[in-house]
């Protein structure tokens, strides 16, 4: 298999997961978080946090390093700027959790805060819409890749 298709692989397996990820957080989880009893807060949220973590972080490693290396090898079936654009969005994804997210989750860490959770609720959209485009992006490169591969094997004799 070709780096760049290895590349496309690493991203398909992470990025599909963090979309439903996303959209799981953004429904259901974050919201619940105003539900919390504030004497129950900051244990629901510490757990929340560190938990998510552990199946969050190594998707995004996975999937920043394989949009990352699809910039570095070339595949005919994938537009140049169709491999920037997904590295672009991959990036967005982690400047907003750091920039915004990770902030936010600091103020609630000390106990819930309306307006932080708003923000926090309010700009996970961000993460929400990037990540869902990332997705139908990799799908759409898998599209093309699988037209491509089966034009080939239908050549062959």
């Known amino acids: 298999m070709s780096p760049a298709r290895l590349a496309l692989l690493a991203q398909l397996a992470s990025t599909l997961p963090l979309v439903g990820l996303i959209w799981i957080v953004q429904v259901v989880l974050y919201p619940q978080f105003a539900r ?70 600091e103020v609630l860490a000390r106990g819930f805060d309306a307006h932080a959770h708003a923000l926090l609720v309010t700009t996970n959209w961000l993460r929400t819409v990037a990540w869902s485009l990332r997705g139908a992006l990799l799908l759409w490169v898998m599209g093309r890749l699988l037209s491509a591969g089966s034009a080939v094997s239908l050549a062959r004799p």
């Open 36 to 105: 919390v009893g504030s004497t129950e807060f900051v244990a629901y949220h510490a757990a929340h946090s560190r938990l998510i973590t552990f199946v969050v972080a190594p998707l995004m490693v996975v999937e920043i390093v394989g949009a990352l290396a699809l910039l570095g090898f070339e595949d005919a079936t994938v537009p140049r700027g169709v491999a920037w654009l997904g590295a672009f969005l991959a990036a967005s994804t982690w400047g907003i959790t750091m920039l915004v997210s990770v902030p936010q989750h």
